[in-house]
C-alpha cells in the first residue's frame, strides 16, 4: 500500500504522510476506518517507528487522522467547518502549476482534459500503486 523511496531528498515521515493523504483524499482509506499501528507498518516498511509515529503526528496536526487512546489512529471524517486557509493556499499551488504548464507549453485542451481525469479519478476512488 505505501511505496517510499529511501534515497528521496524528501523525509520518510513527509513521504509516508502525503501517501496517507492521497489515500484518504481519493477515498480509499474512508472515514473512521483504522490506520495500521505504529509496529506494525513499522514492520512492514522496515523503518523506525518513531518516523511512522511523527508521520502519524503530522497527520493529526493537519486534521487528516485522530487518535484514540490505546486503540490506535482513524481516518477524520470530512467536517463541513471553515477551511477556506486551507483551500485558499491549494488554490494558490494549483495556479502556480497551471502556469508553469500554461509556460511550458501545454495546450488549453489538455490542461482542462488533464483537470477533468484527475477530478474523476478523485471522485472515484481509485489511485495507482
Do not use: W
Amino acid at each position: 500500500m505505501f511505496e517510499l523511496d529511501l534515497r528521496s531528498r524528501k523525509p520518510v515521515y513527509e513521504q509516508l504522510a502525503e501517501k496517507i493523504i492521497e489515500l484518504i483524499v481519493c477515498n480509499v482509506l474512508k472515514p473512521d476506518q483504522q490506520l495500521p499501528s505504529v509496529r506494525v507498518l513499522s514492520g512492514e516498511l522496515t523503518i523506525n517507528p518513531n518516523t511512522i509515529q511523527k508521520a502519524y503526528r503530522e497527520l493529526e496536526h493537519r486534521g487528516y487522522i485522530y487518535s484514540l487512546p490505546g486503540k490506535g489512529s482513524f481516518v477524520r471524517p470530512r467536517e463541513a467547518g471553515d477551511n477556506s486557509a486551507r483551500i485558499n493556499n491549494l488554490k494558490a499551488q494549483l495556479s502556480k502549476v497551471l502556469s508553469e504548464m500554461v509556460y511550458l507549453g501545454v495546450p488549453r485542451d489538455e490542461l482542462i482534459s488533464t483537470i477533468e481525469n484527475l477530478l474523476s479519478r478523485a471522485e472515484g476512488g481509485n489511485i495507482d500503486d
